[in-house]
């Protein structure tokens, strides 16, 4: 089965809950806390996914890295899922939960890859000209890649792309080059 289609019902109850528990906010920010832990420690991914660990272990390793720092209802899920042998989920559920969040707060998810790290001014500008062009509230996730050599990428919910980064210059002025006659024997 595909993780997320087991994912999509557990982040979905997830949120429900804490929407009704009044804890939303504090939720999300503990399922974002576990994705980023994911994302920076692929270790705990691949012993949460290890089919040789045993379920106890995996909750022990849970309830030592996140009990008492994280809501109760968060890390009620850590143990639900392991009690049902689906901790092997965990991450794309965090994920999952992101998702169903920003959906249900209307918030528009834009990726900004820059090869040099921007200021906040920048930052706020960002921000800004997506929301303008959105009407939405967006969260703004930054990458540096250097191979851009200069300029930003900026992708705004995974349809819409802004592509003014130096490398895409250059290949586009080499491919103006190439097809002219004139020039493309030199």
Do not use: W
Request: hydrophobic share 40%.
């Amino acid at each position: 089965m595909h993780e997320s289609r087991i994912a999509a019902p557990y982040a979905k109850s997830l949120l429900e809950l804490a929407q009704e528990k009044g804890v939303l906010e504090e939720v999300q920010k503990d399922m974002a806390g576990f994705a980023k832990i994911c994302n920076e420690n692929r270790q705990l991914v691949t012993v949460l996914r290890n089919p040789v660990i045993k379920h106890g272990k995996k909750l022990a390793i849970l309830t030592d890295l996140f009990k008492g720092k994280v809501n109760p209802i968060t890390f009620s899920i850590f143990q639900i899922l392991t009690k049902k042998n689906r901790e092997a989920f965990l991450y794309d559920i965090a994920v999952e939960f992101g998702n169903q969040y920003r959906k249900f707060k209307g918030i528009e998810k834009a990726v900004l890859t820059t090869a040099a790290p921007i200021t906040e001014e920048q930052r706020a500008a960002f921000v800004k000209m997506v929301e303008t062009a959105k009407t939405k509230k967006v969260e703004l996730e930054e990458h540096i890649d250097e191979s851009i050599m200069g300029g930003f990428v900026l992708n705004i919910g995974g349809d819409k792309q802004v592509d003014q980064s130096i490398k895409t210059k250059l290949v586009q002025l080499k491919s103006k080059f190439k097809d002219n006659p004139f020039i493309s024997k030199y």
